[in-house]
């Protein structure tokens, strides 16, 4: 069996195998962090505020700067006070809604979630990286039908 020799399409394969590659590393690194977050704690005390995002030129011209909140935490393990702070994810479009979700987010009682062995890494949101580690099964299952399909069409054409 051999495979398709044509330069562009393996220059293709090249570069979406390099694509599977580096968001595997990605979507890996992202899920060590989330799976070393072992242990979990209430949280004391958090201070909220919020944090611009500024648009970089040319997309300021575009769109317009996001807004996210920042928590200032602490906790304890073990009598042992501790400290932290989380960046939340999600984005808001003016500062009137990320006041109003610091008053919702106020009202909760938050866990803070720890490495057992390295207390200072630390936050508030335990996200698993779904759209990292899907992105980086598609990319390889792409990157195989091409390989199977360079294999059918060296081997199989009229």
Known sequence: M???????????????????????????????????????????????????????WPLSLLFEDN???LAMYSFSVEGKAMKGSTSFKENYLNSWAAEQAIKKNEQKNWIVWYQSGKV??????????????????VLWALLLYFIWLGFYVANYRV
């Open 120 to 137: 200072n890494h630390s936050t508030l949101q335990k996200n698993f990286p779904l759209k990292e580690c899907v992105s980086a099964g």
């Open 67 to 69: 807004y996210r909140l």
């Open 2 to 56: 051999r495979i398709h020799k044509n330069s562009l399409f393996l220059g293709f394969l090249g570069l979406l195998a390099a694509a599977a590659s580096i968001y595997s590393a990605i979507a890996l690194y992202k899920y060590y962090r989330y799976a070393v977050l072992d242990s979990q704690a209430p949280a004391q005390s958090i201070e909220w505020s919020i944090k611009v995002d500024k648009k970089k």
